[in-house]
């Protein structure tokens, strides 16, 4: 029988082996807990939400959906398909939920290509390379074109942005092949931020990256992993640092961390109300309300808003970076944030999860990369629902951003109901798209359990070693080559 405080029950995973066992949430302290019981390692309970009135709150958005067994993804449900092309990385962080780093190895030519049948095959959902760094690649462009031809509008290359800004005219390179966004990893604007996160000092690297990416037209997503205590200060200033760059940035992702893969230290969950509570403490004109759950996943999995001018003017366009009077984009040049508003204030609870029924995945992801679908979409969908935002749709979006949380799932928030509804995924050569979060999700021993159980392939644990290259390491910044130097994993001074 349940408790008296169960809120919930759900299948859960056991964080120790991964194995299906019954779960019940449950209201502790004003927070709300997952606890399940394996019959071989015992009573296990983690705090997953911080308010259980915000979760309640949450709990009217959205589906629930309920495990029947099957942990693929079905095809119109995938808002992305996250293709890891290589193993190798330039850094060595201290966060890494694929557990990678220098002397990775890369997957071949041909098991990418069975990759993106699968991906074509799903309709050509919007794509994202991803590994390890897949910018080491030297054949990425190629793998990019090859997409293309078979159909997926949308690639974006989710990148820590090194070669972007090391390399003259790659970004152009990217583009040309037919790249959509950058996916630019963006923890901060300060160099203790980067030490701390990814063991070296990148804030001129992000830099140069993004006006690489001006220079190239290419949109830029910035995507900070937020680890509490270390970066969850620079929230807000990420935000107006973005709306001062927002001719190029075309949205914020917060990704508030994971305890899968590797990481430095589990210090319990970072739950999306809490993050959103701290980022509406750093934002003068945004409530944690204002952060609405995105319209294709589980309430407890992504929420998001975009901002947009309190009086638009439809005419007016975004300054680029030359006009701009700092370099960080904070400070002076960031006094423009205090006349953006959250675009929930225009649209009501009950109004946002009608247009949330009405979005297929892929025109959501189109959106928040600011392609010239996700504005399509985004047109017609307020003009048949009447939204009525200052200047219209049409003339704010180009000065719309879009902010999200997306939380991913580790061991200590395991729940088979939203991990069957997952709309982020991975393609098998099998055919299948699988959950991102089953595909990375890992035991306290650092397992990738469901990847061996179900044949999803990948290597066997976060510290499983690959084919160790003579004298890989990690970026050093300082060592790197004018224009990026060898970038295959194999440089003997380690400045690939």
Request: glycine residues 10%; hydrophobic residues 35%.
């Amino acid at each position: 029988m349940p408790q008296s405080d169960t809120i919930a029950t759900t299948t859960s995973l056991c964080p120790d082996c991964l194995e299906a066992v019954p779960g019940r949430y449950a209201e502790r302290d004003d927070g709300v807990f997952l606890t399940r019981e394996c019959p071989d390692h015992g009573t296990t309970s983690r705090q997953v939400w911080g308010s259980l009135d915000h979760w309640e709150w949450a709990a009217d958005f959205g589906p629930s959906p309920e495990y029947d067994g099957d942990l693929t993804v079905d095809p119109d449900h995938a808002c992305l398909a996250v293709v890891e092309v290589t193993g190798d990385c330039n850094l060595s962080c201290s966060y890494c939920f694929a557990g990678s780093g220098p002397g990775g190895d890369h997957r071949s030519t041909d098991e990418i290509e069975a990759l993106l049948d699968t991906v074509a095959d799903a309709g050509g959902r919007p794509l994202q390379f991803s590994g390890g760094e897949p910018t080491v690649r030297d054949d990425l462009p190629a793998l990019v074109e090859r997409a293309r031809a078979r159909g997926i509008d949308h690639v974006e290359v989710n990148t820590n942005g090194i070669r972007l800004a090391t390399e003259e005219k790659y970004a152009e390179r990217l583009a040309e092949a037919g790249v959509t966004a950058v996916y630019l990893q963006f923890d901060g604007l300060t160099s203790e931020t980067y030490e701390q996160i990814r063991e070296v000092d990148l804030v001129d690297e992000k830099h140069a990256a993004i006006d690489a990416c001006r220079a190239a037209d290419l949109p830029v997503v910035l995507v900070p992993t937020v680890v509490p205590g270390v970066n969850d200060h620079e929230m807000g200033d990420i935000v107006r640092f973005a709306l001062d760059n927002r001719d190029v940035v075309r949205s914020v992702n917060f990704q508030p961390v994971a305890h899968f893969g590797r990481y430095e230290r589990n210090d319990g969950r970072f739950a999306l109300d809490e993050a959103t509570r701290l980022l509406a403490e750093q934002i003068e004109s945004l409530e944690p309300r204002d952060m609405l759950p995105a319209p294709c996943c589980s309430a407890y999995c992504q929420i998001g808003t975009a901002f947009v001018p309190r009086d638009a003017d439809p005419t007016a366009t975004a300054d680029t970076g030359a006009n701009r009077a700092d370099a960080c984009g904070c400070g002076d040049a960031c006094a423009d944030a205090d006349s953006f508003v959250p675009l929930t204030q225009y649209v009501d609870d009950r109004l946002w999860d009608t247009l949330a029924g009405m979005v297929d995945e892929g025109d959501y992801m189109e959106l928040l990369a600011g392609t010239a679908a996700g504005e399509e979409w985004a047109c017609k969908t307020a003009g048949c629902c009447g939204v009525d935002v200052p200047g219209g749709v049409k003339g704010l979006f180009d000065e719309v951003l879009p902010v999200s949380f997306t939380g991913f799932m580790d061991a200590d928030a395991a729940d088979l109901n939203r991990l069957s509804n997952c709309c982020i995924s991975v393609p098998t050569a099998d055919g299948d798209l699988v959950p991102f979060c089953g595909y990375n999700m890992t035991t306290e021993d650092g397992e990738y359990a469901l990847r061996n159980r179900h044949g999803w392939g990948g290597k066997r644990a976060a510290d499983a070693p690959s084919a160790e290259r003579d004298g890989a390491a990690g970026y050093r910044g300082d060592q790197a080559a004018p224009d990026g130097g060898c970038h295959t994993g194999d440089c003997a001074d380690g400045s690939d």
